[in-house]
């Protein structure tokens, strides 16, 4: 979603993926206004996206997080690896750790489970 003092924008597509359909175009002030504070106030509420750990993180925890920061801004497998510096094999191998950590199968539903749990932390927990 994207909200500017005039226009919102709601699209749950990926760009090139899926069908043409158009995004959902929210021009109402009212509307636009009401979006606006919540967004400031889940904002306020919720953790920290990267909360301190209370010991330094492994390599892999510091990579795990780079993977899902990275999904979670829209990127690519591709553009993954090519900025993380990992071979798409290693890749697959940390989302399949990660899939099986949060007894998940796609990466949408992976995101929807971190998120849900509200967090990072879980990425040391099954659960």
Same mark, same amino acid.
């Given at each position: 979603?994207?909200?500017?003092?005039?226009?919102?924008?709601?699209?749950?597509?990926r760009?090139?993926?899926?069908?043409a359909?158009?995004?959902i175009?929210?021009?109402d002030?009212a509307v636009?206004?009401w979006l606006?504070?919540?967004f400031?106030l889940?904002?306020?509420a919720?953790d920290r996206? +990267?909360? !301190?750990?209370?010991?330094?993180p492994?390599?892999?925890e &510091?990579?795990? =997080?780079?993977i899902?920061?990275? @999904?979670s801004?829209?990127?690519t497998?591709d553009a993954?690896t090519?900025?993380?510096e990992?071979?798409?094999?290693?890749?697959t191998?940390y989302m399949?750790?990660?899939?099986?950590? +949060?007894? !998940?199968?796609t990466?949408?539903?992976l995101?929807?489970? &971190?998120?849900? =749990?509200?967090?990072?932390?879980d @990425?040391t927990s099954?659960?």
């Open positions: 979603m994207i909200i500017t003092d005039t226009l919102g924008v709601i699209s749950d597509r760009v090139g993926e899926g069908a359909e158009p995004a175009i929210i021009r002030p636009l206004a606006k504070e919540e400031e889940h904002w306020e919720a996206w +990267f909360p !301190v750990p209370a010991d330094s492994s390599d892999r &510091l990579i795990e =997080r780079a899902l920061r990275m @999904l801004e829209g990127s497998r993954i090519r900025t993380l990992i071979s798409p094999r290693t890749y191998t399949t750790a990660l899939r099986q950590r +949060f007894n !998940v199968k990466n949408e539903q995101m929807y489970e &971190l998120g849900r =749990r509200r967090g990072w932390g @990425l099954s659960g």
